[in-house]
């Protein structure tokens, strides 16, 4: 797993609960491990990748985990959010919760994904 601090993110602050943004990152990145392990096109350990990025840019602190595995479908992106989704890998509520812990934070939840890999971006506004 890398971890990257830009620079700029030197002295800023998001307001809120660091217990719960603690939680949510523990969910984003036991999902990619999980999306990792069960990926058929990454067949090697080593070429497995979890990338966490913080940053700030223009008021907005952004955290991102990405990985590379095998993606998140429309069809199931589309159901995330909405509601509990039906997962033989857990309960199926991880992306549902986090989603509302970080609107309650009053940031933004985003989901970028494709057969190459899933990116979820965290953006909170300069507090
Ligand atoms: N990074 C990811 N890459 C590929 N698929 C993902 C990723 N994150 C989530 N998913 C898909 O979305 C589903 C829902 O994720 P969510 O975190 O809401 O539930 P879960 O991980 O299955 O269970 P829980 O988080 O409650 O233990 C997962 O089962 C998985 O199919
Ligand atoms: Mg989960």
Do not use: P
């Amino acid at each position: 797993m890398e971890v990257q601090i830009q620079e700029g993110l030197k002295g800023k602050t998001i307001l809120g609960n660091s217990d719960q943004l603690k939680s949510v990152l523990v969910e984003l990145i036991n999902n990619s491990t999980k999306a990792l392990q069960r990926s058929t096109r990454i067949l090697h350990k080593s070429d497995r990748v979890i990338q966490i990025i913080a940053g700030y840019e223009d008021g907005i602190i952004i955290i991102s985990v990405k990985d590379n595995g095998s993606g998140i479908s429309e069809d199931l992106t589309e159901r995330l959010f909405k509601g509990v989704v039906t997962s033989d890998m857990g309960s199926g509520m991880g992306l549902y919760i986090s989603n509302k812990i970080i609107h309650k934070m009053g940031g933004n939840l985003k989901l970028e994904s494709s057969d190459q890999g899933t990116t979820i971006t965290l953006e909170f506004a300069e507090s």
